[in-house]
Nanobody
């Protein structure tokens, strides 16, 4: 199982950015459960930004509510985060995470490699 994040970059405050995460799974039988986006800002601990269940139930950190939208495509095994009205304090490395059950390894958490989002003031 591999998670590949993409779409980060540099944007001005007030702008928008969409980041994505694609899961590559080689086993024949698998289920992707909860997926989420985390971020780690310079000098800070990694924090949860948003989560989405397999049934598309969502939850957000207070800092993301009203500005970010998490979504997933279960047919393509992808996860997205639409970020609007970005602020300099959103600058961080964003990581995707997925809890995936496979017939080979059972249920495990997998992390993507991270994508840098930088918001200039």
């Amino acid at each position: 199982v591999q998670l590949q994040a993409s779409g980060g970059g540099l944007v001005q405050a007030g702008g928008s950015l969409r980041i994505s995460c694609a899961a590559s799974i080689t086993t024949s039988f698998f289920t992707i459960n909860v997926m989420g986006w985390y971020r780690r800002a310079p000098g800070k601990e990694r924090e949860l930004v948003a989560e989405i269940t397999s049934g598309s139930r969502t939850s957000y950190a207070d800092s993301a509510k009203g500005r970010f939208t998490i979504s997933r495509d279960n047919t393509k095994n992808t996860l997205n985060l639409q970020m609007d009205d970005l602020k300099p304090e959103d600058t961080a490395v964003y990581f995707c995470k997925a809890n995936i059950w496979t017939s080979t390894y059972g249920s495990q958490d997998y992390w993507g490699q991270g994508t840098q989002v930088t918001v200039s003031s």
